[in-house]
């Protein structure tokens, strides 16, 4: 039995399957994997998520219990539970992608959605059973007194529901995202707003990863529910018991993604980004094509950054990673397909025979990713809201001479923004001008401000943030 457990939706590792059968493991994608690959495998930690594919279901279920560990797998201690295809999907892509995501990241066309009606409470339902089944697998899994990690929207109900099943637990549940104002969070039927918000204060300790998110929760919890709210002393109490609401920014490990970034297979990739670039400044942007992540708005405001700025043609190169994401929803589809019509306008008004001023690479590639933060002379983050966001604090590690062009919707501008180049992100005209401000910035107050984005970044490693939250456990 485990003493600290920590449940997400996507874990640490993903596989695909061959035609013949044969599985094939890999690094998982995402943020919050970014951030806790290295913690899941350390000490007595047991992390348990979902199979997400075919190939995540056919191994969960030819290891032992679904524990890949114990099927020989280095994945540290690791339990993937192989939820109902279409549990999974009710549950993963109509509730907690279409509808959870869109509300705290504030995404909805109001006039046209949402739709709450029969099929969203089908969905719903879906989502309780997901829910309840991480709560069942954490109860099976959990050692007498034990401590619980539960991580992000996916798994908003999982904490009351472990509660009822293991009143001895110490349980804990973080929000990787931002959390919306009560004025947009009840746009959910209240009945729903209310299970969510008295699922997560069915934990011990609810975590956000910045003081604005945090607020934004809580006064949801006063206003929707009712809650008593001691912002002194950082408590809501409800249904009769308290819940502590803490702070928690997460930062990148710098020594171990040093590491990683300097193995063959990145240097193999620098150097074949350094033949297509050439001796030209590097404006980097590393992003899913994901709805917040605004990467249309930024490619306009690099073309207008050039419309502007001639004397910067044959000069500067653009290299847009945006890798596709949730392709199982149209919205995302027509959003993936509109990043690359604006990038083909840019290609067709300003590329010459020698030059191209802009290189967008679609397919997710980790170690690529890495080389192009070490090449990057400005790294562009500018979403339209985002509950952290790690690109912004790994490029500046990588990077000896980054300038950080960085979204003031992001939460890590709230640590970040004193010595980045900060912008409205729906200002295209604004985006542009510091994109050539952070291009013509001199040498000296780059190192400065680089040095200054690394204190920050690295100020709270996932291993210490993780520490923080099980330390508000005890």
């Not at 279920?61 to 192989?82: F, N, S, V, W």
């Not at 709560?135 to 996916?154: C, N, P, T």
């Not at 929803?329 to 990038?343: F, G, I, K, N, S």
């Not at 510091?434 to 690295?458: D, F, S």
């Amino acid at each position: 039995m485990n003493s600290v457990l920590l449940a997400s939706n996507r874990g640490p590792v993903s596989f695909t399957v061959s035609d013949d059968g044969v599985l094939t493991m890999r690094r998982g994608g995402g943020g919050l994997v970014s951030g806790l690959s290295g913690v899941g495998r350390e000490g007595d930690v047991l992390w348990v998520c979902a199979a997400l594919s075919d190939g995540d279901r056919s191994a969960a279920r030819q290891a032992p219990g679904g524990r890949l560990d114990h099927a020989g797998y280095e994945t540290g201690a690791l339990r993937m539970l192989d939820i109902a295809s279409s549990t999974f999907h009710r549950a993963y892509n109509s509730v907690a992608n279409s509808t959870l995501w869109f509300v705290n990241h504030l995404l909805y066309d109001i006039p046209n959605a949402p739709h709450f009606g029969t099929r969203f409470r089908r969905d719903w339902e879906s989502y309780r059973d997901y829910n309840g089944a991480f709560a069942l697998a954490l109860a099976e899994e959990a050692g007498h007194g034990a401590r619980v990690m539960v991580q992000d929207y996916h798994l908003t109900l999982t904490p009351a529901m472990l509660r009822a099943e293991r009143p001895d637990l110490r349980v804990a549940h973080f929000s990787h995202t931002p959390w919306a104002p009560p004025e947009y969070f009840s746009l959910l039927p209240d009945d729903v707003a209310g299970e969510v918000l008295g699922g997560i204060l069915g934990a011990d300790h609810a975590g956000f990863l910045t003081r604005r998110w945090a607020e934004a929760f809580m006064e949801c919890c006063r206003t929707v529910l009712g809650a008593e709210v001691d912002r002194r002393a950082g408590t809501v109490s409800y249904a009769g018991r308290a819940t502590r609401i803490g702070v928690h920014a997460l930062g990148v490990d710098g020594e171990a993604l040093w590491a990683r970034a300097g193995e063959p297979d990145v240097e193999s990739h620098m150097a074949a980004i350094r033949e297509q670039v050439g001796d030209r400044k590097l404006i980097v942007r590393i992003d899913r094509t994901e709805l917040s992540k605004n990467i249309v708005r930024g490619l306009l405001s690099y073309k207008e950054f050039l419309d502007a700025h001639p004397e910067w043609h044959g000069r500067v190169v653009h290299l847009a990673f945006a890798y596709p994401s949730r392709h199982d929803l149209p919205e995302y589809r027509e959003y993936t397909a509109a990043v690359q019509r604006c990038a083909q306008e840019i290609e067709d008004e300003y590329a010459t025979e020698d030059w191209d001023p802009l290189i967008l690479n679609v397919n997710d590639d980790y170690p690529r990713s890495l080389a192009a933060y070490r090449l990057a002379d400005v790294l562009l983050v500018n979403p339209i809201r985002d509950g952290m966001n790690l690109v912004a604090k790994e490029g500046p590690v990588l990077s000896r001479t980054c300038a950080l062009v960085l979204s003031r919707e992001a939460g890590a501008c709230a640590e970040l923004g004193a010595h980045a180049l900060v912008v409205n992100p729906y200002d295209i005209t604004g985006t542009a001008d510091a994109l050539h401000a952070a291009l013509v910035m001199p040498e000296p107050e780059r190192v400065h401000r680089r040095a200054r984005l690394v204190a920050a970044a690295t100020a709270l490693p996932p291993h210490r943030w993780l520490a923080a939250q099980l330390d508000a456990l005890t």
